[in-house]
């Protein structure tokens, strides 16, 4: 006998139609949970026929922020714009004072000066001395102390230092009936016990310092200041106060 089977098939035709949605019926009571079934058999792939494509549906939520991404590559240089120049801008504000630079270095030596033709110090007189008594210092002539006559009323009033050795110009000799200079002596036999000196001529000397570029003399003290050189010291002396003459007071050594 020949074999034979009976074979089924579901067919599933073209998708009809969607009816009228009927109306809602009355909710009815919670039935009773029954007992969970078996697990059936994992029945087979079916295949299906692709349904037609829905309508676009709402925008959805917007997402977290992404990773920042790597730079991109630097651009070419534009082309320069054409562009009228504008105006100058205002002055601005003065910057902030810069750090003090380097030392620069040393610069090369200069040329050396060549020497001046003349020569630079300070002269005064000595009185009392016919030499310079500061080492160092130059005696540039030896002299008497002069000046007017105690009883005359004119003739100058400052004290000469004349050299021993003077050059005449033009001249006549005798009284020339002007004015008149004399020798100069002490009067004074109180100061110098050991010597007396009442009725000698005064000597002076006039001296150069060239290291030296100010002098001055210093009454009533034979000490100078700080920093100062003694280039002597002595007596402050000066005519009689009974004499009409008007000397200047000296420094007698």
């Known amino acids: 006998a020949e074999q034979s089977a009976a074979c089924a098939s579901v067919l599933h035709g073209l998708p009809g139609r969607d009816g009228i949605s009927g109306r809602d019926g009355m909710q009815g009571n919670p039935g009773?949970?029954?007992?969970?079934g078996t697990a059936g058999i994992k029945g087979d792939v079916g295949i299906g026929i692709k349904g037609n494509t829905g309508s676009q549906g709402f925008p959805g939520k917007m997402g977290p922020a992404g990773t920042k991404g790597d730079h991109g590559d630097k651009g070419a240089i534009g082309v320069p714009g054409i562009g009228v120049k504008g105006n100058p801008g205002s002055l601005g504000f003065p910057g902030?004072?810069?750090?003090?630079?380097?030392?620069?270095?040393?610069?090369?030596?200069?040329i050396a000066a060549r020497a001046g033709p003349g020569i630079s110090g300070v002269t005064y007189v000595q009185w009392g001395r016919k030499q310079c008594s500061l080492s160092g210092v130059q005696t540039l002539y030896s002299g008497v102390a002069a000046g007017a006559h105690y009883s005359h009323t004119g003739g100058g009033a400052n004290t000469q230092c004349l050299p021993l050795d003077p050059v005449w110009g033009n001249y006549n000799n005798g009284n020339q009936g002007s004015s008149h200079i004399y020798g100069s002596e002490y009067e004074e036999s109180r100061l110098f016990i050991n010597k007396r000196l009442t009725q000698y001529k005064v000597p002076c000397a006039l001296c150069f310092a060239p290291s030296?570029?100010?002098?001055?003399?210093?009454?009533?003290?034979?000490?100078?200041p700080s920093g100062w050189s003694r280039a002597y010291y002595g007596y402050l002396m000066a005519e009689h106060h009974?004499?009409?003459?008007?000397?200047?007071?000296?420094?007698?050594?």
């Not at 902030?96 to 200069?110: Q, S, V």
């Not at 030296?212 to 100078?224: D, R, S, V």
């Not at 009974?242 to 050594?253: E, K, S």
């Open 32 to 36: 009773i949970p029954g007992i969970p």
């Open 96 to 110: 902030a004072k810069g750090d003090r630079g380097d030392k620069g270095a040393k610069g090369a030596p200069g």
């Open 212 to 224: 030296k570029n100010t002098q001055f003399m210093l009454p009533a003290k034979n000490i100078c």
């Open 242 to 253: 009974g004499h009409h003459g008007r000397n200047m007071y000296v420094c007698v050594d």
